[in-house]
Nanobody, 116 residues
Framework: QVQLVESGGGMVQDGGSLRLSCAAS????????LGWYRQAPGKQRELVAD???????NYVDSVKGRFTISRDNAKNTVYLQMNSLNPDDTAVYYC??????????WGQGTQVTVSS
């Protein structure tokens, strides 16, 4: 059974930093893609960043230059380093894992709140 365990959310002031982590387990063949989505109140869930098993990355324009996604394939863990946070980054952040054989899975979400 695939499980995603997220950590690292919290409250930070405008301009601060946070690092999110998500440990994925339950796929013998690993995960072809790991990523972070977020959903703010009243808004649709959006992709923040994702990374393939080979290291190719995608970012939403609003976080480019501020957020960095990385992964440790040996640990099936994905990280999101978030710098220069602003109140618009306030949302619940969800980890997503894509397995070639098992499909797509989501974490439970972790709250990130940026105060002005």
């Amino acid at each position: 059974q695939v499980q995603l365990v997220e950590s690292g959310g919290g409250m930070v002031q405008d301009g601060g930093s946070l690092r999110l982590s998500c440990a994925a387990s339950g796929s013998s063949f690993g995960f072809i893609r790991l990523g972070w989505y977020r959903q703010a109140p009243g808004k649709q869930r959006e992709l923040v960043a994702d990374i393939s098993s080979s290291g190719s990355t995608n970012y939403v324009d609003s976080v480019k230059g501020r957020f960095t996604i990385s992964r440790d394939n040996a640990k099936n863990t994905v990280y999101l380093q978030m710098n220069s946070l602003n109140p618009d980054d306030t949302a619940v952040y969800y980890c997503q894992a894509q397995s070639r054989l098992l499909g797509v899975f989501w974490g439970q979400g972790t709250q990130v709140t940026v105060s002005s």
